[in-house]
């Protein structure tokens, strides 16, 4: 069964620091991959992800993020951070099309000032 | 884009009642949609999938008697908690999926449930 595992629980950053927030997969397939944020109490909010076209993916509010098979991994950067990107943080997976996404225990980013 | 609507947003109700979450899809059709249930700080744990017009699959351990899910249209689904209790007190969010774009997923904002 797939999964995902995001390293470190709790990651903070300065203001205008590099973001980087980790995730590991394991599939016996090749995986669809996703990067979701969440505020306090609210739902989910799509960042971008990986559906096996370009390994290198852009999604919104400056975030991206690259596939590495080798490495099994897909991690979340950000180049410059904002207070407004504190949140949680989850990566999913799916390794069949239409499957329901399978999370990760989720990352809280703090940014300060 | 795709928006999913979720009611209510927050709920309190008395143990021993029942609860229902509604999940609609706004501007498209959902064959497809998923309930998850969130602890606080924790992350999403898949319940069950519904279909419309079938039966909810649901995952090892969830009460399928106690959490009713039904899919009766392509752009409604809904959650019933039955007789709920205290420990029944969670995040409750749902994810339709959308057909037009590959591997679109769209959640609800979610319904915050408390059973005092």
Redesign the interface.
């Known amino acids: 069964a797939q999964s995902v595992t995001q390293l470190g629980s709790h990651v903070s950053v300065s203001e205008g620091a590099l973001v980087l927030l980790r995730c590991n997969y394991s599939s016996s397939v090749p995986p ?1 991959l ?1 990067w ?1 944020v969440q505020y306090p ?6 960042l971008l ?1 990986y ?1 096996s076209a370009a390994t290198l993916v852009k999604g919104i509010n400056g975030f991206e993020a690259e596939f590495k098979k080798s490495e099994t991994s897909f991690h979340l950067t950000k180049p410059s951070a904002h207070m407004s990107d504190a949140a949680e943080y ?1 990566c999913a997976v ?1 390794d069949q ?10 990352t809280t980013l703090s940014v300060s000032s | 884009g795709a928006v999913v609507s979720q009611h209510p947003s927050w709920v309190i109700c008395k143990s021993g009642t029942s609860v229902k979450i509604e999940c609609r899809s706004l501007d498209f059709q959902a064959t497809t949609m998923f309930w998850y249930r969130q602890f606080p700080k924790q992350s999403l744990m898949l319940m069950a999938t519904s279909n419309e017009g079938s039966k909810a699959t649901y995952e090892q351990g969830v009460e399928k008697d106690k959490f009713l899910i039904n899919h009766a249209s392509l752009t409604l689904s809904t959650l019933t908690v039955t007789s709920a209790h205290p420990e029944d007190s969670s995040f409750y969010i749902c994810s339709a999926r959308e057909n037009r774009v590959r591997e679109g997923y769209t959640f609800g904002s979610g319904t915050r449930l408390t059973v005092v």
């Open positions: 669809y996703f979701y109490n609210q739902g989910l909010q799509l992800k559906t989850f799916s099309a239409g499957t329901a996404l399978i999370f990760g225990k989720g």
